[in-house]
């Protein structure tokens, strides 16, 4: 089964920059899509980001063009570049693999990164 590990979260200044990586215990080529979500106290967990092994992606709206999802070569990781953060950034960011197990899709998840933001 997949094991996923986030990494690079912490704390920056609004409008600062952070990039978090996913690390997959087994290759995640085939995976139908790699996604970013973000949870904050109090809220939902909501979508940040995906990339869908046709390449193409989706952003939540309160993105507005300053987060990007990449996947590097070997299908072992792959990223969030986020730019330009806001305080209500701030949340613990999981990231999830989705891959067919049998005739489902199925979901596999990291434990989180806590990402802060400060005035």
């Known amino acids: 089964q997949v094991q996923l590990m986030e990494s690079g979260g912490g704390l920056v200044q609004a409008g600062g920059s952070l990039r978090l990586s996913c690390a997959a215990s087994?290759?995640?080529?085939?995976?139908?899509?790699v996604r970013w979500y973000r949870q904050a106290p109090g809220k939902e967990r909501e979508l940040v980001a995906s990339?869908?092994?046709?390449?193409?992606?989706?952003y939540g709206d309160f993105v507005r063009g300053r987060f990007t999802i990449t996947r590097n070569s070997t299908g072992t990781s792959f990223y969030l570049q986020m730019n330009s953060l806001e305080l209500n950034d701030s949340a613990v960011d999981f990231c999830c693999?989705?891959?067919?197990?049998?005739?489902?899709?199925?979901?596999?998840w990291g434990e989180g990164t806590q990402v802060t933001v400060s005035s």
């Open positions: 693999v989705e891959r067919w197990f049998i005739t489902t899709p199925r979901n596999y």
């Open positions: 087994g290759s995640i080529a085939n995976a139908n899509a």
């Open positions: 990339l869908t092994d046709r390449g193409a992606t989706t």
